[in-house]
C-alpha cells in the first residue's frame, strides 16, 4: 500500500514539483511588488480582535501575562487591521505574504491556516487593484510554466482580458434576481430579497436574514458561473455586504468592494477602504449583533484599529488566496496539495 502521510518520502517526492513552482510564483509576485514600490512588512499575527465579520470563526488563546493573569487573544483572520494602522503610521504601499487562520473552514478550497497576500495602495482608485491581480496571475502562471488556470474541468485563460460586472448584473443574469430593488439605500429589505429567491426556486429557511439569502443566491446560482474562460471581477457589492468599504459615490445601495473569480473558485477580495471611525464601528457593531444572533458569540472590538482610521489617508485594499492561485496554476485537486506542511 501506497503512504498518503505527505511527510512520507515518496509523498513529498509526488508533491515537491507543485511546491517548487510554488516558490517561484511567490517570488515573481514579490519581484512585481518591489517593482511597484511596495514595502512588504510582517504582521503580528496575534491580535485582540480577529475581525469583525459575522461569519467568520477566529482561533482563540489566551495569552499569560508576568503576573500569571490571562488575556484573550486570538490568531487573525486577516492582517487588514494591522495593515491599515501602519497606514496610519504614513505607510503608502504595503504588502504581506501572512498567514491567517479561519476556524470552521476545512475542504479543498479552505484550510484553517492559508497564505493570505493583501496589499494597499494610498491615494488610488479601487481598480487599479483589479489591474494587479490581472498582472500577478499572469506572473504566477509563467512561473508556474503554464497558460491556463484550471479547477476540476474548469479552465480559465489568464492572459485573456478580465470580465468586469457588477452583483446587481450577475444576479439578474444567472439568477433573473434584481437585488437593487430589495435594498433601500444601504438597508437591506428582507422581505422584497426572500419573494425573489423562492419565485426563483431557491429555498428559504423562516429565521434567513437578507444576508443569509444573498449568500445563498451568490454561491448556488451566481458563483459556479464566474470565471470560466477568462478571469471575472465580480464588482460593487451592495453595501449591507461590504462592512470594510466606501459607498459608490453614484449609488449609496453599492459599496467599492469586488471579488475575483476564476474557474468558479474566489481568488481575491478588494475595496476602496472605509476610514470613517464612527461609520465603522457602527456596522462592526452590527455585524457582531448577527453573530451573537447566529452563533451565540461575539469578538470584541479593535479600539487602537478605530482610533487609526482617524489617520488613514483614502487607500485601496485587496486580499488574495495565494494558496487558491497555486492550485488554480498547478492544476492540483485542492489546498492540502499545495502548501509545504498541511494542517494535521
Request: glycine fraction near 6%.
Given at each position: 500500500?501506497?503512504?498518503?502521510?505527505?511527510?512520507?518520502?515518496?509523498?513529498?517526492?509526488?508533491?515537491?514539483?507543485?511546491?517548487?513552482?510554488?516558490?517561484?510564483?511567490?517570488?515573481?509576485?514579490?519581484?512585481?511588488?518591489?517593482?511597484?514600490?511596495?514595502?512588504?512588512?510582517?504582521?503580528?499575527?496575534l491580535?485582540?480582535?480577529?475581525?469583525?465579520?459575522?461569519?467568520?470563526?477566529?482561533?482563540?488563546?489566551?495569552?499569560?501575562?508576568?503576573?500569571?493573569?490571562?488575556?484573550?487573544?486570538?490568531?487573525?483572520?486577516?492582517?487588514?487591521?494591522?495593515?491599515?494602522?501602519?497606514?496610519?503610521?504614513?505607510?503608502?504601499?504595503?504588502?504581506?505574504f501572512a498567514?491567517?487562520?479561519?476556524?470552521?473552514?476545512?475542504?479543498?478550497?479552505?484550510?484553517?491556516?492559508?497564505t493570505?497576500?493583501?496589499?494597499?495602495?494610498?491615494?488610488?482608485?479601487?481598480?487599479?487593484?483589479?489591474?494587479?491581480v490581472a498582472?500577478?496571475?499572469?506572473?504566477?502562471?509563467?512561473?508556474?510554466g503554464?497558460?491556463?488556470?484550471?479547477?476540476?474541468?474548469?479552465?480559465?485563460?489568464?492572459?485573456a482580458?478580465?470580465?468586469r460586472?457588477?452583483?446587481?448584473?450577475?444576479?439578474?443574469?444567472?439568477?433573473?434576481?434584481?437585488?437593487?430593488?430589495?435594498?433601500?439605500?444601504?438597508?437591506?429589505?428582507?422581505?422584497?430579497?426572500?419573494?425573489?429567491?423562492?419565485?426563483?426556486?431557491?429555498?428559504?429557511?423562516?429565521?434567513?436574514?437578507?444576508?443569509?439569502?444573498?449568500?445563498?443566491?451568490?454561491?448556488?446560482?451566481?458563483?459556479p458561473?464566474?470565471?470560466?474562460?477568462?478571469?471575472?471581477?465580480?464588482?460593487?457589492?451592495?453595501?449591507?455586504?461590504?462592512?470594510?468599504?466606501?459607498?459608490?459615490?453614484?449609488?449609496?445601495?453599492?459599496?467599492?468592494?469586488?471579488?475575483?473569480?476564476?474557474?468558479?473558485?474566489?481568488?481575491?477580495?478588494?475595496?476602496?477602504?472605509?476610514?470613517?471611525?464612527?461609520?465603522?464601528?457602527?456596522r462592526?457593531?452590527?455585524?457582531?449583533?448577527?453573530?451573537?444572533?447566529?452563533?451565540?458569540?461575539?469578538?470584541?472590538?479593535?479600539?487602537?484599529?478605530?482610533?487609526?482610521?482617524?489617520?488613514?489617508?483614502?487607500?485601496?485594499?485587496?486580499?488574495?488566496?495565494?494558496?487558491?492561485?497555486?492550485?488554480?496554476?498547478?492544476?492540483?485537486?485542492?489546498?492540502?496539495?499545495?502548501?509545504?506542511?498541511?494542517?494535521?
Open positions: 500500500m501506497t503512504d498518503s502521510r505527505w511527510w512520507s518520502p515518496s509523498r513529498h517526492a509526488d508533491r515537491r514539483p507543485i511546491l517548487l513552482a510554488r516558490n517561484r510564483m511567490q517570488a515573481a509576485i514579490r519581484a512585481f511588488l518591489a517593482g511597484e514600490d511596495f514595502v512588504e512588512v510582517d504582521p503580528a499575527a491580535a485582540v480582535s480577529p475581525g469583525n465579520e459575522a461569519h467568520l470563526h477566529a482561533f482563540a488563546t489566551d495569552a499569560i501575562g508576568n503576573d500569571g493573569l490571562g488575556r484573550r487573544m486570538y490568531l487573525h483572520t486577516s492582517p487588514e487591521f494591522a495593515m491599515k494602522k501602519l497606514l496610519a503610521a504614513g505607510e503608502k504601499r504595503i504588502h504581506a498567514h491567517v487562520w479561519r476556524n470552521r473552514e476545512r475542504g479543498p478550497k479552505h484550510s484553517p491556516e492559508f493570505m497576500l493583501e496589499w494597499y495602495r494610498v491615494g488610488e482608485d479601487y481598480a487599479v487593484l483589479m489591474e494587479d498582472e500577478m496571475v499572469r506572473l504566477a502562471c509563467r512561473a508556474a503554464t497558460d491556463v488556470l484550471r479547477y476540476n474541468d474548469i479552465t480559465c485563460d489568464p492572459f482580458p478580465f470580465e460586472v457588477s452583483v446587481a448584473e450577475a444576479f439578474r443574469r444567472h439568477a433573473g434576481i434584481d437585488l437593487l430593488a430589495t435594498l433601500n439605500g444601504a438597508a437591506a429589505v428582507r422581505p422584497a430579497l426572500a419573494a425573489q429567491a423562492s419565485a426563483a426556486g431557491i429555498r428559504i429557511a423562516e429565521d434567513d436574514s437578507w444576508s443569509d439569502i444573498f449568500s445563498r443566491i451568490l454561491s448556488e446560482r451566481v458563483e458561473h464566474l470565471g470560466h474562460g477568462r478571469i471575472t471581477v465580480l464588482d460593487r457589492y451592495p453595501a449591507a455586504e461590504a462592512a470594510l468599504a466606501r459607498a459608490c459615490t453614484d449609488d449609496p445601495r453599492e459599496a467599492e468592494r469586488f471579488e475575483v473569480y476564476a474557474c468558479g473558485v474566489e481568488l481575491a477580495n478588494g475595496f476602496g477602504e472605509l476610514t470613517d471611525s464612527a461609520e465603522q464601528r457602527r462592526f457593531e452590527a455585524e457582531m449583533d448577527e453573530k451573537q444572533r447566529v452563533y451565540g458569540e461575539r469578538y470584541p472590538l479593535d479600539e487602537d484599529f478605530l482610533a487609526a482610521l482617524a489617520l488613514m489617508p483614502e487607500a485601496s485594499g485587496i486580499a488574495l488566496g495565494f494558496d487558491r492561485l497555486v492550485m488554480l496554476a498547478t492544476a492540483a485537486p485542492g489546498i492540502d496539495a499545495v502548501v509545504w506542511t498541511p494542517v494535521g
